[in-house]
Nanobody, 117 residues
Framework: QAQLVESGGGLVHPGESLRLSCAASGIRFSISAMGWYRQAPGKQRELVAELNSGAGTNYADSVRGRFTLSGDGAKKMVYLQMSSLKPEDTAVYYC???????????WGQGTQVTVSS
């Protein structure tokens, strides 16, 4: 049974940093993409950042320059370093991995990030 487990969320003040981690288990296919999405209350889930094998990393405009995505496809682990956090970054963050060129899509359970003074 495939499972993605996230950690690192929490409550921080504006301007502070957080690092999210995600570790996958039970996935027997090659990972073709890995990244993070987020969903704020009353809004649709949106892409934050995604690393595509052979195609580099794509960032949402709202986080480019503040967030850094890194990962290891072989180890099936992905990280999101978030700096200069803003209240509008408050959301549930979901780890996402795609295997076999998107044929299989896996989601974590989500981790809450709250940015508030």
């Amino acid at each position: 049974q495939a499972q993605l487990v996230e950690s690192g969320g929490g409550l921080v003040h504006p301007g502070e940093s957080l690092r999210l981690s995600c570790a996958a288990s039970g996935i027997r296919f090659s990972i073709s993409a890995m990244g993070w999405y987020r969903q704020a209350p009353g809004k649709q889930r949106e892409l934050v950042a995604e690393l595509n094998s052979g195609a580099g990393t794509n960032y949402a405009d709202s986080v480019r320059g503040r967030f850094t995505l890194s990962g290891d496809g072989a180890k099936k682990m992905v990280y999101l370093q978030m700096s200069s956090l803003k209240p509008e970054d408050t959301a549930v963050y979901y780890c996402n991995m795609k295997a076999e060129r998107g044929r299989y899509i896996y989601w974590g359970q989500g981790t809450q990030v709250t940015v508030s003074s």
